[in-house]
């Protein structure tokens, strides 16, 4: 996989593209590359208060939220209307004009372009410290097997021992091959009314005797 450098996005200079509510943008983002956006729409408002509210009940911690793939910051919002403060937010999004969006929405949050596999120099980078959760709309089952577990295994390397990732998506199973990596996947909610209706899941290290 190639890797995409790390880069701070600041608000200013953003096109008058991204003036809007954020729909356009994400159809056109998605046109351009469907497999790599995952989701045919942004989340809609109820999966993104229970992605949100899974969220905040896993975190470990005091260190900041990190979401990878936030696309036009639909999660983003809704963990802020849950009561989190921008500035414990690191956003990491690989598509620099989703990237551009979210700095112009969230400007007080950690907006960096850069890939989810590289999370760990990326929060070395800003010295952000370990997340106190990790929230995911990584479309994590259009990917190859080992770039799925390159992403997991490098957001297990950076949350704390009883940390958690909270994914969702839209099958019926994680997307994650949670036994033979030694995970606990558990899926926590359904968001029915979304398109396509999705599942919920919260995905730590399981408890060894």
């Known amino acids: 996989m190639a890797e995409i450098p790390t880069t701070a996005i600041r608000p200013r200079g953003v096109g008058a593209q991204l003036r809007g509510n954020g729909l356009a943008l994400f159809l056109k983002r998605w046109a351009s590359n469907p497999r790599r956006i995952g989701a045919i729409l942004p989340s809609a408002k109820p999966l993104a208060r229970l ?11 005091t260190g900041p939220i990190v979401e990878l793939g936030p696309g ?4 983003t919002r ?3 209307e849950h009561g989190l403060a921008e500035n414990e937010l690191v956003l990491i999004e690989r598509d620099r ?3 551009r969006w979210l700095a112009r929405r969230f400007p007080r949050a950690g907006v ?3 890939d989810a596999a590289r999370i760990g120099a990326i929060l070395d980078e800003r010295a952000a410290g370990a997340p ?4 995911s709309s990584l479309p994590l089952r259009n990917m190859a097997g080992s770039e799925r577990d390159t992403i997991i295994r490098a957001i297990l390397d950076v949350l704390p021992h009883t940390g958690a990732l909270v994914q969702f998506t839209y099958a019926r199973h994680p997307g994650i091959a949670c036994a033979r990596l030694g995970l606990a996947c558990r899926r926590v909610g359904v968001a029915a009314l979304n398109f396509p209706p999705a599942g919920v899941w919260r995905i730590a290290r399981a408890k060894t005797n």
């Open 97 to 99: 004009e989703l990237c």
């Open 132 to 135: 106190s959760v990790v929230v």
């Open 112 to 114: 960096i372009e850069g």
């Open 51 to 61: 992605m949100a509210h899974a969220s905040m009940e896993a975190r470990c911690g």
């Open 78 to 80: 809704a963990l802020v």
């Open 72 to 75: 036009t910051g639909s999660i």
